[in-house]
């Protein structure tokens, strides 16, 4: 029988003592670093967007960092679809799995992908404020 049908059949698990002592800990801790984060944000919003020099300076590093991201990126299109093929050719349950774990892979490249493209858009959306 596998463990997650042990867990159901036990009616799931449950939080007790100690236990439930760390998850509350730990769900404290993480709203106080939301909290803090919350705080940081406002702050470096608020804060002036410098001399018009330091505009300039600024939009030139972030072209720079836009080009050097762009070749980052074709470099690792090139690993990715390599990753993709070996993923497929390894051995697994069935065809499915294959295809599962492959597509699987794509979709996280994709999701990093735009992760890092939506960063760069509100980088440069800040600036031209």
């Known amino acids: 029988m596998s463990s997650l049908k042990l867990v159901?059949?036990?009616?799931g698990p449950?939080?007790?003592g100690s236990n439930l002592t760390w998850v509350v800990v730990v769900a404290a801790v993480a709203l106080a670093a939301l909290v803090v984060a919350g705080v940081l944000v406002r702050e470096v919003l608020a804060a002036s967007q410098g001399t018009a020099k330091m505009q300039e300076i600024a939009t030139a590093v972030q072209e720079g960092?836009?080009?050097?991201?762009?070749r980052q990126f074709k470099t690792i299109a090139v690993?990715?679809?390599?990753?993709f093929f070996v993923l497929l050719l390894l051995p697994a349950v069935n065809e499915s799995v294959r295809w599962g774990r492959s597509g699987f892979f794509l979709v996280g490249a994709l999701l990093i992908f735009l992760r890092a493209r939506s960063i760069i858009a509100c980088k440069r959306r800040s600036i031209s404020r």
């Open 79 to 83: 690993f990715v679809v390599l990753i």
């Open 14 to 16: 449950t939080l007790t």
């Open 8 to 11: 159901l059949a036990s009616n």
């Open 65 to 70: 960092a836009a080009a050097y991201l762009r």
